[in-house]
Each structure stands twice: as structure tokens, then as C-alpha cells.
């Protein structure tokens, strides 16, 4: 099967199933709602009230890879391999798991879309010529992305949406953790990094914003011919089954960390 790139009725559907209600168990966090939606790979669906941030400063925090490493705490590397269209590109993430597991890394292909009110950036995972890194596996996005919607008085509302594949045979304590602690840390850290980056980037080339303008890219231009799914199969399995949850470091620093 080749790869494409997402076209508007694959936003649509994304758009659909961030604001869907109907299937989802839901799970309460302080400053937001978790909501998962059980399959082989569980779908995980978080929203957040995002006040004093209006949606398009979330939407330029989420493709600032320069302010990236300021807030995500997670995050080990990432750069862009290079550029599809005007709204889509090929990027690397590697991501910090809790000792003793191994850190993961993804190749994705990117899309995104501001049409109206609405901000959307969805990915999945794709082969390039990056093969996985030492000590890490290399894990699989099926899909994972954000719906950002304008809200009233200069806010806003944040929607993550993410199915994933992390490979490796991990114990269940695993996806339990990323949906009660992890993932909703990083929407709390993405909502207070977004309170500071207006007066950040009013310090840091203002006026790029390839996203946006993308005149301004300056990545290199790759085929979508040069990509091929990225099959789960095809990738090791690291069997991590027989970790223990009470042996891990949870890393990440505090709630309250500054930004």
C-alpha cells in the first residue's frame, strides 16, 4: 500500500473523532479530561480548556521546533528529513521513556491545516532512510495528532488524539501510566509554555514561521514516492513485559516546573 498524504476529508474524520462522545471511558485529570477508547492499540483522547491562550499562538507553539525543547520534557531529538508540500513534511521524534525501558523514536509524515477557527496537525509513521537508532526501538504512530479551536475572551481548546504502537512487549502498568500521568503532564507543560511564547518568539526570529509562510522552509524537498508505510511487523520487538513498575524512574521533573 502507498503512502499519501492526508487530504481534507482525512482532517475531517480526525476533526470527528477529537469531538466524538459516544465510546469513550472517560478518566479525570486536574486541568483537563482523558478519555480512552480500548482496541488493540488503546486510543487515547485528551481535551484541555486552554484560557489567555488564543488558538493560534497553541497552534505555532506546536510547530515551533525551537520552542519545543523549552517545554517538552520528553522529548530527546527531533528535526525535520524534509518537505512533501506546503502543509506536509517528514519529520524524526525520539522520545525519553522512564528507566529501565528503552527510549523510543519515530519517522512520521506530517500534515496540518488552519481552516476558520480550527488548527489541526495529525501524523503517522512512515519508512524513510533513517532507520531505528541504537538503544532505541522504534515505535509506531497509526495516528496522533491535535485539534486546536478558538474559544471565547482570547482562549481556546486543545484536543490530543493518539493511537500508538510503542512496540516491545511492555506490561500493562506501561499504558496505564502514559494516560494518568505522562500524557496529561505534557498538555498542562504545552498550556503554561503557551502563556510564555508570545514574549519568547517577540526574542527568537519573529517572523519565521515556515508553517505558515512556507517561503520560509528551508528543509529539502523529498518525493512522497521515497516513502513507504512503516509496518509494525517488520520492526524487533524488545521484549519489556517483565519490568517492574516499582523499579522505574518517573523523570519529567515537577508539575511546576518552569518553562
Not at 481534507?8 to 477508547?37: E, I, N, P
Not at 514574549?199 to 516513502?227: C, D, G, T, Y
Request: glycine share 8%; proline share 6%; with cysteine.
Amino acid at each position: 500500500m502507498a503512502v499519501r498524504i492526508p487530504d481534507d476529508a482525512d482532517f475531517s474524520s480526525f476533526k470527528a473523532q477529537c469531538l466524538a462522545t459516544q465510546g469513550w471511558s472517560r478518566r479525570y485529570h486536574k486541568g483537563g479530561v482523558t478519555s480512552v477508547r480500548d482496541s488493540t492499540f488503546p486510543l487515547l483522547l485528551m481535551k484541555m480548556a486552554c484560557g489567555g491562550v488564543s488558538a493560534e499562538t497553541l497552534y505555532d507553539v506546536l510547530h515551533d521546533g525551537g520552542y519545543r525543547r523549552k517545554w517538552d520534557a520528553n522529548m530527546i531529538d527531533a528535526y525535520d528529513i524534509g518537505r512533501l508540500t506546503v502543509n506536509a513534511d517528514v519529520g524524526y521524534y525520539s522520545w525519553r521513556c522512564p528507566a529501565p525501558l528503552k527510549n523510543r523514536d519515530f519517522v512520521t509524515l506530517r500534515s496540518w491545516l488552519a481552516l476558520g477557527g480550527d488548527f489541526l496537525i495529525i501524523n503517522s509513521s512512515v519508512k524513510h532512510q533513517h532507520p531505528p537508532k541504537k538503544d532505541f526501538v522504534r515505535a509506531v504512530s497509526l495516528l496522533t495528532g491535535y485539534l486546536v479551536q478558538s474559544g471565547g475572551a482570547g482562549g481556546s481548546s486543545l484536543y490530543y488524539l493518539s493511537q500508538l504502537d510503542p512496540r516491545g512487549s511492555l506490561p500493562k502498568w506501561v499504558a496505564n501510566r502514559v494516560s494518568q500521568f505522562v500524557a496529561p503532564k505534557a498538555m498542562r507543560k504545552l498550556y503554561k509554555a503557551s502563556l510564555k511564547y508570545p514574549e519568547w518568539k517577540r526574542r527568537h526570529e519573529p517572523h519565521l514561521k515556515p508553517w505558515m509562510f512556507p517561503e520560509q522552509n528551508a528543509s529539502p524537498r523529498i518525493s512522497v514516492s521515497e516513502l513507504t508505510p512503516q509496518r509494525a511487523d517488520s520492526l524487533e520487538n524488545i521484549d519489556e513485559s517483565g519490568l517492574s513498575e516499582d523499579k522505574t524512574k518517573r523523570g519529567g521533573g515537577d508539575d511546576d516546573d518552569e518553562t
